[in-house]
């Protein structure tokens, strides 16, 4: 009970004084008044070099969403890779959660063995 009496009393009190602080210059956080460095100026090796890519547009370690092709034996699914066969993984449906696996090899259209969609093996070398 007591602790209410003194709350109900200083709360008042408390609203009748406002504290106000006034910086007197602007508090500057960076370094040594250079500024904070950004991402591409403190990467180095690996992270410079992918940052470098992206920039001229190019997509080194395919980072960014691939596009979408229409799986026809036309125009195939594209799939990159640094050896001559590589696993894939279709889901032919959209809401399956079933996952059909199957090889694909270079020089060749490849199909899903259940839905029908083609896919190509397309070389790629790593940039580093």
Request: with cysteine; charged share 25%.
């Amino acid at each position: 009970m007591a602790s209410w009496r003194f709350l109900s009393r200083a709360v008042p009190r408390a609203a009748a004084y406002p504290r106000t602080v006034h910086l007197s210059r602007p508090c500057v956080r960076a370094m040594s008044a250079g500024g904070i460095p950004t991402d591409e100026e403190q990467a180095t090796g690996l992270e410079r070099k992918v940052l470098n890519a992206l920039k001229k547009g190019e997509d080194p370690y395919n980072i960014q969403k691939p596009k979408t092709y229409a799986g026809t034996k036309e125009n195939p699914h594209i799939v990159p890779s640094v050896n001559k066969q590589r696993i894939v993984g279709c889901i032919c449906e959209e809401d399956n959660s079933q996952v059909i696996w199957f090889w694909v090899h270079d020089g060749q259209v490849n199909r899903c063995p259940q839905c029908g969609s083609h896919y190509k093996l397309v070389p790629y070398e790593l940039p580093h």
